[in-house]
């Protein structure tokens, strides 16, 4: 079997190419996050809108799933090296347009929690919320940039009750990404060992009316969810 060509470049070229790699993969996150916000308040369906666009061969199909933004310990630590590249050089617009997309996926994530508060009639204050998943990646420990830390961090300031399940992640390192121990009452948390433990008396999982389940991956069965006395709402579905 022929072994692939590899491509040479100088050293700037090399560097700049793994930076903009990932800079751009983080770019399409952010902008059909951008539109799925938009989906949301036209009633357009952001699925259908992405594999719309997906299916033209100048775009292509990856990277165009709406969620709670990019993770991991690449794509926020490249682009901020570009950010700052740019800067250096002078290129201040150009620092601000990727920075930009740095910005955008911290919005996602604020307005997830924001929309959480809303739903449950302007409060969360003494709400049991069940979180679903910790780690950026799953069936991992990895919670590197994860945007279950910045959701869950703008809940716990909201005063929620947080019941989280991740079997793979140690409670340690859900204390140390957020800033704070387990605990019981309002503004805290508690590891729990499976999904039926974080459901149960959830306002925002069911049980309670109104029960609310939050998708912000577009991976539940939503119309069992509403079969089974929940409201549903799901990341770019208006």
Same mark, same amino acid.
């Given at each position: 079997?022929?072994?692939?060509?590899?491509?040479?470049?100088?050293?700037?070229?090399?560097?700049?190419?793994?930076?903009?790699?990932?800079?751009?993969?983080?770019?399409?996150?952010?902008?059909?996050? *951008?539109?799925?916000?938009?989906? !949301?308040?036209?009633?357009?369906?952001? @699925?259908?809108?992405? #594999?719309?666009? @997906?299916?033209?061969?100048?775009? /292509?199909?990856?990277?165009?799933?709406?969620?709670?933004?990019?993770? /991991?310990?690449?794509?926020?630590?490249?682009?901020?090296? $570009? &950010?700052?590249?740019?800067?250096?050089?002078?290129?201040?617009?150009?620092?601000?347009?990727?920075?930009?997309?740095? *910005?955008?996926?911290?919005?996602?994530?604020?307005?997830?929690?924001?929309?959480?508060?809303? #739903?449950?009639?302007?409060?969360?204050?003494?709400?049991?919320? @069940? &979180?679903?998943?910790?780690?950026? #990646?799953?069936?991992?420990?990895?919670?590197?940039?994860?945007?279950?830390? %910045?959701?869950?961090?703008?809940?716990?300031?909201? @005063?929620?009750? +947080?019941?989280?399940?991740?079997?793979?992640?140690?409670?340690?390192?859900? =204390?140390?990404?957020?800033?704070?121990?387990?605990?019981?009452?309002? /503004?805290?948390?508690?590891?729990?060992?499976?999904?039926?433990? =974080?459901?149960?008396?959830?306002?925002?999982?069911? $049980? %309670?009316?109104?029960?609310?389940?939050?998708?912000?991956?577009?991976?539940?069965?939503?119309?069992?969810?509403?079969?089974?006395? +929940?409201?549903?709402?799901? &990341?770019? !579905?208006?």
């Amino acid at each position: 079997m022929r072994a692939k060509r590899v491509p040479r470049t100088n050293l700037w070229s090399s560097e700049l190419s793994k930076l903009t790699a990932n800079a751009f993969l983080a770019q399409r996150i952010s902008s059909i996050n *951008a539109i799925a916000a938009i989906c !949301e308040a036209t009633g357009a369906d952001v @699925g259908e809108v992405a #594999k719309a666009i @997906g299916a033209d061969s100048l775009i /292509g199909a990856k990277f165009l799933k709406a969620g709670p933004g990019f993770d /991991g310990s690449c794509f926020q630590k490249d682009i901020l090296n $570009l &950010v700052y590249l740019c800067g250096h050089h002078g290129l201040h617009e150009v620092a601000a347009y990727w920075q930009q997309v740095v *910005a955008l996926n911290t919005w996602q994530q604020h307005r997830i929690a924001r929309l959480v508060v809303t #739903k449950l009639f302007g409060t969360v204050t003494g709400k049991r919320t @069940g &979180v679903l998943g910790f780690a950026f #990646k799953a069936d991992t420990n990895d919670t590197r940039e994860s945007p279950a830390i %910045r959701i869950c961090r703008d809940l716990l300031e909201e @005063g929620a009750e +947080l019941a989280i399940v991740d079997p793979k992640v140690s409670e340690s390192q859900i =204390a140390q990404d957020l800033r704070q121990p387990p605990g019981a009452g309002e /503004g805290s948390w508690q590891q729990v060992a499976d999904v039926q433990q =974080a459901a149960r008396g959830a306002d925002a999982l069911l $049980l %309670r009316r109104p029960a609310w389940l939050f998708d912000a991956r577009a991976r539940a069965d939503a119309a069992a969810a509403r079969a089974a006395g +929940l409201q549903v709402w799901t &990341v770019g !579905e208006g």
